[in-house]
């Protein structure tokens, strides 16, 4: 992992309009792109990572013409441990098809939980999604999407279970544009599925988590602006109250900068 992480610490000197083109073919390039985002709380699956406090994150993207791509997630954390930041490296495939008159785009990767101090909380993930636009209205994404681990949470979890966790989570993601206006809705269903007893105070093997909510873009200055209620219908029981916040709804503001 060292090396794919100063990949990326390489890329991100370079700047976002940056595009490499072969000498020989105009059709094979990269393409650097990125966010940053301001959040009132990040929520992970319906989940607090920073015990409902303001979260700052970063994303950055490199695609290749070929379909594969490589990016990087940041933000910072809290989970009461020496864990401070989360910084996700990932790798995947995009690529387009035909079926009858809709063209939806297959994309499969695999992405590193890491955590920055606290390394036997990392784990990989690997996911298969499709992307539909313009399904029911114009502009508007249907993104089905299925991943899977065998290490869920890690070393830590093993150790505390005396097993590895092997998780599927399956996940429903909706957005939409209002038409003639900057205002969208975006609309995320998620559902958790553990082999093992490790969700909520009745220790149960899975859960479900929500989001809904209404978005704003301000493209002049490639800004975007999100108001959501997110949460989770995880059993609270024998909870800490400020554990009971962490999985219950929350009303999230998202401030976005695309570059």
Request: proline fraction near 2%; charge should be neutral.
């Amino acid at each position: 992992m060292s090396n794919f992480h100063k990949l990326l610490v390489l890329l991100s000197t370079l700047p976002s309009s940056y595009i490499l083109a072969s000498e020989n073919s105009e059709n094979i390039n990269f393409k650097l792109s990125g966010n940053t985002s301001l959040a009132s709380e990040y929520r992970w699956r319906g989940q607090t990572q920073t015990k409902n406090d303001a979260s700052f994150q970063g994303n950055l993207l490199l695609n290749h013409s070929s379909g594969f791509y490589i990016s990087a997630f940041a933000s910072n954390v809290d989970f009461g441990d020496e864990a401070h930041l989360e910084l996700d490296p990932l790798i995947g495939y995009t690529t387009s098809f035909n079926i009858w008159k809709i063209q939806p785009t297959l994309d499969i990767g695999m992405l590193r939980y890491n955590y920055v101090g606290k390394s036997d909380l990392n784990y990989n993930e690997y996911y298969i999604k499709a992307i539909l636009t313009n399904l029911l209205n114009k502009n508007d994404n249907f993104t089905p999407s299925i991943s899977y681990t065998n290490k869920y949470g890690g070393e830590a979890t093993s150790q505390n279970i005396g097993d590895d966790i092997k998780n599927w989570y399956f996940n429903i993601l909706y957005t939409a544009a209002f038409s003639q206006s900057n205002f969208g809705a975006i609309a995320n269903l998620g559902y958790s599925k553990a082999n093992k007893e490790i969700y909520g105070g009745k220790s149960e093997n899975n859960f479900f988590d929500w989001k809904i909510g209404t978005t704003y873009n301000y493209k002049p200055m490639d800004l975007s602006a999100e108001l959501a209620i997110i949460g989770t219908n995880i059993d609270t029981s024998g909870f800490t109250e400020t554990n009971k916040k962490g999985v219950k709804n929350s009303a999230v503001f998202t401030l976005t900068k695309y570059f």
